[in-house]
């Protein structure tokens, strides 16, 4: 296929625009029916990131985090250079499907897992301590103030405004908080 565009774009140039509008076409198409290009704008507008860097995930949350960082009057740290390495801890379990019928198996479907788990324990990093007064103690050892950090705010934040999207039908709103 790539052959045939080439030999159009240098022998054909009316067959070359054809199919430079159908394929156009096709792409305004597919982004108004998904409705990608409302759903950009809004993730753009909460981010604070270009449109055409609207989906990197990464920047995202560095610039969420950072603006909040900031109203704090911190500044953050160079990956790598001004923090110690904290260590790890063991992620979850993935368990290969057997089949069959099987007695006693429970399956348990958490909503917002990871998001739960940050926002229980106040996971951030300006929150882990190695000592302190009444600390909230994870599963795994790890300490973290009470003090509430930016990460589970943000967290809260998003579960609000999503929440208020959903009482609203507001679909759009609803599904971007819930990809942020």
């Given at each position: 296929m790539p052959d045939v565009i080439l030999d159009a774009y240098q022998n054909d140039?009316?067959?070359?625009?054809?199919?430079?509008?159908?394929?156009?076409?096709?792409?305004?198409?597919?982004?108004?029916?998904?409705?990608?290009?409302?759903?950009?704008?809004?993730?753009?507008?909460?981010?604070?990131?270009?449109?055409?860097?609207?989906?990197?995930?990464?920047?995202a949350f560095e610039y969420l985090y950072i603006t909040e960082l900031h109203k704090r009057l911190i500044v953050a740290p160079s990956l790598g250079t001004d923090t110690p390495d904290p260590g790890g801890a063991s992620g979850g379990m993935i368990v290969p499907p057997q089949p069959g019928v099987h007695r006693h198996v429970f399956v348990f479907d958490f909503k917002s897992l990871y998001p739960s788990i940050i926002r229980t324990f106040n996971i951030d990093p300006l929150t882990a301590i190695n000592v302190g007064d009444d600390p909230i103690k994870a599963p795994n050892?790890?300490?973290f103030a009470r003090e509430p950090g930016i990460l589970p705010s943000l967290l809260a934040q998003f579960f609000?405004?999503?929440?208020?999207?959903?009482?609203?039908?507001?679909?759009?709103?609803?599904?971007?908080?819930?990809?942020?």
């Open positions: 140039r009316a067959t070359f625009v054809d199919y430079c509008l159908e394929d156009s076409r096709l792409v305004r198409d597919i982004l108004r029916i998904e409705g990608l290009i409302p759903l950009t704008v809004s993730r753009s507008a909460l981010t604070g990131l270009s449109l055409d860097n609207a989906w990197g995930n990464i920047g050892g790890a300490r609000e405004s999503r929440a208020e999207a959903q009482a609203n039908e507001n679909e759009l709103a609803s599904f971007t908080y819930k990809i942020i």
